[in-house]
């Protein structure tokens, strides 16, 4: 019986000091958060990506809390409208950001792009780019090892066994830029997604003088300066033998596209258009003619 | 038990196949094309342009900076372009291209053979001289040599270490130097020890190399202070660190350089040329390539000038084999394989190697096993599979805290992997992403 | 030029070592151990090391092919040391299925839930031993008598079980001494005992060519052995009488199978010497603790155990000796 009831006590005993022990540490080391700091976090995508610059949701939901000007914050997953719930909750002004989406600058497909030597290291970009130029002759495109899939957390990025050249799927990429930041021959870029996804950009990234990208590959910028000419809008600026495209600018009136003799100009999402065909085929005898032209095709 | 390296090592087969071949003068080539960044550094810029003339060892480029080097042309004849040219990895960089006519050499070059062995310049002179011949550490690293010699103020040399090891297999182009240009190469060591105010020089050299210590050592009595030290054959001995452990039993701090030990290192392709420099105003315009392979029909040593396409040295010993299938830009360990050969010989370049089919591929990777070869064989006492590990995650700060800036790049650990696992390829990233980190992190805090 | 050359990073040579040569060796150098144990249990031993080899790479085959759907592993030899060094373990007697059970357990449980070869915390071989020692131990501990004059006595108790149930009856290892196996009997195998562990020399040669092979380094079996050494030996010098000498456990029992095979395991031994020091003494620690004060004749295989569980604390804690962190001499 005493065994018992000496056990009980010393049971008891013991179940009393930790809990005086717990209650004290927990009061002594107690960390004032503000609440709000978990109901912002909550309503963030808890996707943990990165995008916002912020080591994962909570980073941002803190800052959210603490800055009263929030403008400068913005989560590419959520986008607008996340944004604006929390700042609604938060009592603050929402940052207004248009809807971003990763392309990828660069058409150098197997057919388009011969390689020239075969690599033979572990299969990271980023381990071929820091020992030399690639397996094909332009040393600025992308190297098709697929950092930008390792890195996506959307599974919005994988690479095309066909082209050997990653492919951005616009339904899931939330542009929150882990691709770009991977990619170690800045081949990806976040653009504005456009109205209905319509987007003009130009698909290479050479900054070779064009005798030289021309011949590495066959759809390279070669900065004749012709969508230059074309373009009403000054959105085409040339730098280093490379055309560049200011989304902010274009107006989607898609006149340089044709216009580029290597086709290095893409243009996504358009409903499929009626052009002429090029001069060159006209001139072989046959009357103008119209033709639809898919626009994916390259 | 003769000297060696504390931690790690691996011994390949040292495969030196052009080990009795004597130095062999390549010639003129028709044209050379000379980059002006072959050193670590800021590359040094063009003073000459399309359609000049040029003399051999007149500068066409001059060093941008102290970190930096001067370039010398290394023919006669008429600079035909300055423009970017792909370099062996096919990435372009600035070149001077010139069209060789006749072989005329600007004044004030010595052209013959008698030995100068007298040194009367002060070691402010001398580094002045070193300067202005452009030259650069000749194993491969090409950090420019009066930088080497231009001791930190607080700090004191104690002694010079020349790197004769050659720990790198197939390469023998030091070997044949030091058999061949015994005397010249020790007149520079007396010289380097000079601008340096050491008394105490060691010349280190790997056992497989007899005949080079049996020659040495007979004729180091007239070189007050010069000593032969033979090395167990273990690579990587020529590392700097590794070399200054094996020779005078010291250790270079981490992060630290080896004057912290009073140390300098210098290869005896750049005694050589300091000696050419100093004693006959020749600037660094040619050196000493190994071109080598199983299957190279003649293996050889050739004296090159600097700019001559590598191409060119391939021909001439045979071509390229049919069973070849990756030419390397240096030794089999550190050395780069080549995407171009027709890019040209640079002041690194200290051997051409053609590898067959069945040593050029990779064994396939499989998984690691925690063997701990890696371990066992790293000279710097790192743990390669954990740093591979946190390398394949990008898991940079745990990089850091493991020391993945220690890496030599000596190859070890994926040499000695069972599961042939790409060890370095993931760590050289790994330190490459840690030091960019930290020169961030050093301005963020200036 | 028509070739494309290959483009890789440096190195661009390769050691000889390979997983598999590695996994081969040591089944190699086990075979001197098999011939013993042949020579010594007739065709019981031929029967028992075949099934475990064939069953353990079975399972390894079923599991990589239909649940993992990975690549095949099977060739690399790891499954075929595991059922080796399981069958090693075993009494010659143990029944069919019993065996296949054990290599069910060291596959499908102990190794390739873990993610197979490299990944695995704990030695598969021993893990299907410990099972079968707990769930059959009347079975796992009753080993055909070996047929010697001087051994007859021994009525197949291996002479480590044999001096625990001495001592229990309160016997001075004096009385006993005469009815255990001489030195000499151990070295060669005449005694009675798991399928591997009989034959001291058979595993010392084995050693020696692993040693030559490169295949492990000398540490961690001398680290074991040192420890068993010196602990038995302080307390055989303390108590004679009760404590019988370091040669006969360092001879009896799985010391030498599990010093140098068991424990030097790849994937469940430490990173660096260091490591395998703490791992090694450990092991021999805990092996005489409980071959000495515990209910088990033998703790080679719990102690290997228990040790393979502190493996990852210690590669997480214990470095190798970096260069250039020792305090500057000048």
Same mark, same amino acid.
């Given at each position: 019986?005493?065994?018992?009831?000496?056990?009980?006590?010393?049971?008891?005993?013991?179940?009393?000091?930790?809990?005086?022990?717990?209650?004290?540490?927990? $009061?002594?080391?107690?960390?004032?958060? /503000?609440?709000?700091? /978990?109901?912002?976090?909550?309503?963030?995508?808890?996707?943990?990506?990165?995008?916002?610059?912020?080591?994962?949701?909570?980073?941002?939901?803190?800052?959210?809390?603490?800055?009263?000007?929030?403008?400068?914050?913005?989560?590419?997953?959520?986008?607008?409208?996340?944004?604006?719930?929390?700042?609604?909750?938060?009592?603050?002004?929402?940052?207004?950001?248009?809807?971003?989406?990763? #392309?990828?600058?660069?058409?150098?497909?197997?057919?388009?792009?011969?390689?020239?030597?075969?690599?033979?290291?572990?299969?990271?970009?980023?381990?071929?780019?820091?020992?030399?130029?690639? /397996?094909?002759?332009?040393?600025?495109?992308?190297?098709?090892?697929?950092?930008?899939?390792?890195?996506?957390?959307?599974?919005?990025?994988?690479?095309?066994?066909?082209?050997?050249?990653?492919?951005? /799927?616009?339904?899931?990429?939330?542009?929150?830029?882990?691709?770009?930041?991977?990619?170690?021959?800045?081949?990806?870029?976040?653009?504005?997604?456009?109205?209905?996804?319509?987007?003009?950009?130009?698909?290479?990234?050479?900054?070779?003088?064009?005798?030289?990208?021309?011949?590495?590959?066959?759809?390279?910028?070669?900065?004749?300066?012709?969508?230059?000419?074309?373009?009403?809008?000054?959105?085409?600026?040339?730098?280093?033998?490379?055309?560049?495209?200011?989304?902010?600018?274009?107006?989607?009136?898609?006149?340089?596209?044709?216009?580029?003799?290597?086709?290095?100009?893409?243009?996504?999402?358009?409903?499929?258009?009626?052009? $002429? #065909?090029?001069?060159?085929?006209?001139?072989?005898?046959?009357?103008?003619?119209?033709?639809?032209?898919?626009?994916?095709?390259? | 038990?003769?000297?060696?390296?504390?931690?790690?090592?691996?011994?390949?087969?040292?495969?030196?196949?052009?080990?009795?071949?004597?130095?062999?003068?390549? *010639?003129?080539?028709?044209?050379?094309?000379?980059?002006?960044?072959?050193?670590?550094?800021?590359?040094?810029?063009?003073?000459?342009?399309?359609?000049?003339?040029?003399?051999?060892?007149?500068?066409?480029?001059?060093?941008?900076?102290?970190?930096?080097?001067?370039?010398?042309?290394?023919?006669?004849?008429?600079?035909?372009?300055?423009?970017?040219?792909?370099?062996? *990895?096919?990435?372009?960089? &600035?070149?001077?291209?010139?069209?060789?006519?006749?072989?005329?050499?600007?004044?004030?070059?010595?052209?013959?053979?008698?030995?100068?062995?007298?040194?009367?310049?002060?070691?402010?002179?001398?580094?002045?001289?070193?300067?202005?011949?452009?030259?650069?550490?000749?194993?491969?690293?090409?950090?420019?040599?009066?930088?080497?010699?231009?001791?930190?103020?607080?700090?004191?040399?104690?002694?010079?270490?020349?790197?004769?090891?050659?720990?790198?297999?197939?390469?023998?182009?030091?070997?044949?130097?030091?058999?061949?240009?015994?005397?010249?190469?020790?007149?520079?060591?007396?010289?380097?020890?000079?601008?340096?105010?050491?008394?105490?020089?060691?010349?280190?050299?790997?056992?497989?190399?007899?005949?080079?210590?049996?020659?040495?050592?007979?004729?180091?009595?007239?070189?007050?202070?010069?000593?032969?030290?033979?090395?167990?054959?273990?690579?990587?001995?020529?590392?700097?660190?590794?070399?200054?452990?094996?020779?005078?039993?010291?250790?270079?701090?981490?992060?630290?350089?080896?004057?912290?030990?009073?140390?300098?290192?210098?290869?005896? *392709?750049?005694?050589?040329?300091?000696?050419?420099?100093?004693?006959?105003?020749?600037?660094?315009?040619?050196?000493?390539?190994?071109?080598?392979?199983?299957?190279?029909?003649?293996?050889?040593?050739?004296?090159?000038?600097?700019?001559?396409?590598?191409?060119?040295?391939?021909?001439?010993?045979?071509?390229?084999?049919?069973?070849?299938?990756?030419?390397?830009?240096?030794?089999?360990?550190?050395?780069?394989?080549?995407?171009?050969?027709?890019?040209?010989?640079?002041?690194?370049?200290?051997?051409?190697?053609?590898?067959?089919?069945?040593?050029?591929?990779?064994?396939?990777?499989?998984?690691?096993?925690?063997?701990?070869?890696?371990?066992?064989?790293?000279?710097?006492?790192?743990?390669?599979?954990?740093?591979? &590990?946190?390398?394949?995650?990008?898991?940079?700060?745990?990089?850091?805290?493991?020391?993945?800036?220690?890496?030599?790049?000596?190859?070890?650990?994926?040499?000695?992997?069972?599961?042939?696992?790409?060890?370095?390829?993931?760590?050289?990233?790994? &330190?490459?992403?840690?030091?960019?980190?930290?020169?961030?992190?050093?301005?963020?805090?200036? | 030029?028509?070739?494309?050359?290959?483009?890789?990073?440096?190195?661009?040579?390769?050691?000889?070592?390979?997983?598999?040569?590695?996994?081969?060796?040591?089944?190699?150098?086990?075979?001197?151990?098999?011939?013993?144990?042949?020579?010594?249990?007739?065709?019981?031993?031929?029967?028992?090391?075949?099934?475990?080899? @064939?069953?353990?790479?079975?399972?390894?085959?079923?599991?990589? %092919? =239909?649940?993992?759907?990975?690549?095949?592993?099977?060739?690399?030899?790891?499954?075929?040391? !595991?059922?080796?060094?399981?069958? +090693?373990?075993?009494?010659?007697?143990?029944?069919?299925?019993?065996?296949?059970?054990?290599?069910?357990?060291?596959?499908?449980?102990?190794?390739?839930?873990?993610?197979?070869?490299?990944?695995?915390?704990?030695?598969?071989?021993?893990?299907?031993?410990? +099972?079968?020692?707990?769930?059959?131990?009347?079975?796992?501990?009753? +080993?055909?008598?070996? !047929?010697?004059?001087?051994?007859?006595?021994?009525?197949?108790?291996?002479?480590?079980?044999?001096?625990?149930?001495?001592?229990?009856?309160?016997?001075?290892?004096?009385?006993?001494?005469?009815?255990?196996?001489? =030195?000499?009997?151990?070295?060669?195998?005449?005694?009675?005992?798991?399928?591997?562990?009989?034959?001291?020399?058979?595993?010392? @040669?084995?050693?020696?060519?692993?040693?030559?092979?490169?295949?492990?380094?000398?540490?961690?079996?001398? +680290?074991?052995?040192?420890?068993?050494?010196?602990?038995?030996?302080?307390?055989?010098?303390?108590?004679?009488?009760?404590?019988?000498?370091?040669?006969?456990?360092?001879?009896?029992?799985?010391?030498?199978?599990?010093?140098?095979?068991?424990?030097?395991?790849?994937? !469940?031994?430490?990173?660096?010497? %260091?490591?395998?020091?703490? =791992?090694? @003494?450990?092991?021999?620690?805990?092996?005489?603790?409980?071959?000495?004060?515990?209910? =088990?004749?033998?703790?080679?295989?719990?102690?290997?155990?228990?040790?393979?569980?502190?493996?990852?604390?210690?590669?997480?804690?214990?470095?190798?000796? %970096?260069?250039?962190?020792?305090?500057?001499?000048?």
């Amino acid at each position: 019986m005493s065994l018992l009831l000496s056990t009980i006590l010393t049971l008891c005993v013991l179940g009393v000091l930790s809990a005086v022990i717990l209650y004290v540490v927990a $009061r002594k080391f107690k960390v004032y958060e /503000d609440p709000r700091i /978990d109901e912002a976090e909550a309503m963030l995508p808890g996707a943990n990506c990165g995008g916002c610059g912020f080591p994962g949701c909570r980073g941002l939901a803190g800052a959210l809390v603490k800055e009263d000007d929030i403008s400068a914050l913005f989560c590419p997953v959520g986008g607008a409208g996340v944004m604006t719930a929390v700042a609604v909750y938060l009592g603050k002004a929402a940052p207004e950001r248009e809807p971003q989406v990763a #392309v990828v600058r660069c058409g150098g497909s197997c057919g388009n792009r011969p390689r020239t030597n075969t690599f033979d290291g572990a299969s990271s970009c980023a381990v071929m780019s820091s020992l030399y130029a690639g /397996d094909t002759a332009c040393s600025h495109g992308c190297l098709g090892k697929g950092d930008c899939v390792v890195v996506c957390n959307f599974d919005a990025i994988f690479v095309n066994p066909e082209t050997g050249l990653p492919e951005v /799927d616009e339904e899931r990429c939330t542009a929150c830029g882990a691709c770009v930041k991977a990619c170690p021959k800045g081949v990806i870029e976040l653009r504005r997604k456009g109205p209905k996804g319509r987007r003009v950009f130009v698909s290479c990234i050479s900054k070779d003088k064009g005798a030289i990208s021309r011949k590495a590959c066959n759809v390279s910028c070669i900065a004749c300066t012709k969508c230059q000419k074309v373009c009403a809008f000054e959105a085409i600026t040339i730098e280093n033998s490379l055309a560049y495209i200011d989304s902010n600018k274009c107006k989607l009136c898609r006149k340089c596209a044709p216009e580029c003799p290597t086709r290095a100009i893409r243009e996504v999402n358009f409903p499929p258009r009626l052009v $002429r #065909v090029a001069e060159s085929e006209a001139k072989v005898g046959t009357k103008a003619e119209v033709v639809d032209v898919e626009p994916e095709n390259k | 038990m003769s000297k060696t390296f504390k931690i790690g090592g691996i011994h390949p087969s040292d495969s030196k196949l052009s080990r009795g071949a004597a130095i062999e003068v390549f *010639g003129l080539p028709q044209t050379v094309t000379i980059p002006v960044a072959q050193h670590i550094g800021a590359p040094a810029v063009t003073c000459v342009a399309k359609g000049d003339q040029v003399k051999t060892g007149q500068v066409i480029a001059t060093a941008a900076g102290f970190v930096s080097s001067n370039i010398h042309s290394s023919v006669s004849g008429v600079v035909t372009s300055v423009d970017d040219v792909p370099d062996a *990895g096919g990435m372009r960089r &600035k070149a001077v291209t010139i069209q060789v006519e006749g072989d005329q050499w600007a004044e004030g070059i010595d052209r013959s053979d008698k030995l100068m062995s007298s040194v009367t310049l002060s070691a402010k002179e001398i580094v002045e001289k070193i300067t202005a011949a452009g030259i650069v550490g000749m194993g491969g690293a090409t950090f420019p040599t009066h930088v080497k010699l231009s001791i930190p103020p607080g700090k004191k040399a104690e002694c010079l270490i020349i790197n004769g090891v050659e720990c790198e297999p197939y390469l023998t182009s030091d070997h044949r130097v030091m058999l061949e240009r015994s005397e010249e190469l020790l007149v520079g060591v007396q010289i380097l020890c000079k601008a340096l105010g050491v008394e105490k020089a060691y010349i280190g050299i790997e056992k497989n190399k007899p005949d080079a210590i049996a020659h040495l050592k007979g004729l180091v009595s007239k070189y007050p202070g010069v000593e032969v030290v033979p090395l167990k054959v273990q690579y990587p001995q020529g590392g700097e660190k590794q070399l200054i452990d094996a020779v005078v039993g010291r250790q270079v701090p981490s992060g630290a350089l080896p004057i912290e030990v009073g140390a300098v290192v210098q290869n005896v *392709g750049t005694a050589l040329a300091v000696y050419e420099a100093v004693q006959k105003n020749k600037p660094l315009i040619e050196r000493v390539v190994t071109v080598t392979g199983k299957s190279v029909k003649t293996p050889a040593n050739y004296l090159v000038r600097i700019g001559t396409p590598i191409e060119a040295l391939i021909e001439r010993s045979g071509g390229v084999p049919d069973d070849c299938e990756k030419i390397v830009n240096g030794g089999p360990m550190m050395g780069r394989a080549l995407s171009n050969p027709t890019a040209p010989v640079t002041k690194g370049t200290s051997g051409i190697l053609l590898m067959r089919t069945k040593e050029a591929r990779r064994p396939a990777a499989t998984t690691c096993i925690s063997c701990a070869k890696c371990v066992a064989v790293c000279p710097m006492g790192l743990e390669p599979y954990l740093i591979y &590990k946190l390398a394949c995650k990008t898991m940079l700060a745990e990089a850091e805290e493991h020391r993945a800036t220690d890496c030599i790049e000596c190859g070890s650990c994926s040499y000695a992997c069972p599961a042939a696992l790409p060890l370095l390829d993931r760590i050289r990233l790994a &330190k490459a992403g840690v030091m960019k980190i930290a020169r961030e992190r050093a301005i963020k805090q200036k | 030029m028509e070739k494309k050359l290959i483009i890789s990073p440096s190195p661009h040579i390769h050691g000889v070592d390979k997983t598999s040569r590695l996994m081969r060796d040591v089944v190699i150098a086990l075979l001197p151990a098999f011939a013993v144990s042949v020579v010594v249990y007739g065709v019981n031993a031929l029967v028992v090391t075949g099934l475990s080899v @064939v069953s353990c790479v079975l399972f390894e085959f079923l599991i990589q %092919r =239909y649940l993992l759907r990975g690549p095949l592993t099977i060739n690399n030899w790891s499954a075929v040391l !595991t059922g080796l060094l399981l069958a +090693f373990n075993l009494p010659g007697t143990l029944p069919a299925w019993q065996i296949v059970m054990g290599c069910f357990v060291a596959i499908a449980v102990a190794k390739m839930p873990f993610g197979g070869l490299g990944r695995n915390l704990f030695n598969p071989a021993l893990v299907g031993r410990v +099972f079968l020692l707990i769930s059959f131990p009347v079975q796992m501990t009753s +080993f055909a008598p070996v !047929t010697r004059a001087a051994t007859d006595a021994m009525s197949g108790a291996t002479p480590l079980a044999f001096v625990k149930e001495a001592l229990k009856k309160g016997m001075g290892l004096d009385q006993i001494m005469p009815d255990l196996p001489s =030195y000499s009997d151990m070295l060669f195998g005449f005694r009675s005992g798991s399928l591997g562990e009989i034959a001291a020399l058979a595993l010392i @040669v084995g050693f020696i060519y692993l040693l030559w092979r490169k295949v492990i380094t000398w540490h961690i079996p001398v +680290f074991v052995i040192g420890t068993m050494t010196a602990f038995s030996g302080i307390l055989h010098l303390a108590d004679q009488a009760h404590y019988i000498s370091p040669l006969f456990h360092l001879m009896a029992g799985g010391t030498l199978l599990g010093a140098i095979y068991m424990a030097t395991d790849y994937v !469940t031994s430490p990173m660096n010497t %260091r490591g395998m020091l703490i =791992y090694g @003494v450990g092991i021999g620690l805990i092996t005489i603790l409980i071959r000495v004060f515990g209910a =088990y004749p033998e703790g080679m295989s719990f102690a290997i155990l228990i040790m393979n569980a502190t493996v990852p604390l210690i590669n997480k804690y214990v470095k190798p000796r %970096r260069f250039g962190l020792a305090p500057a001499k000048r």
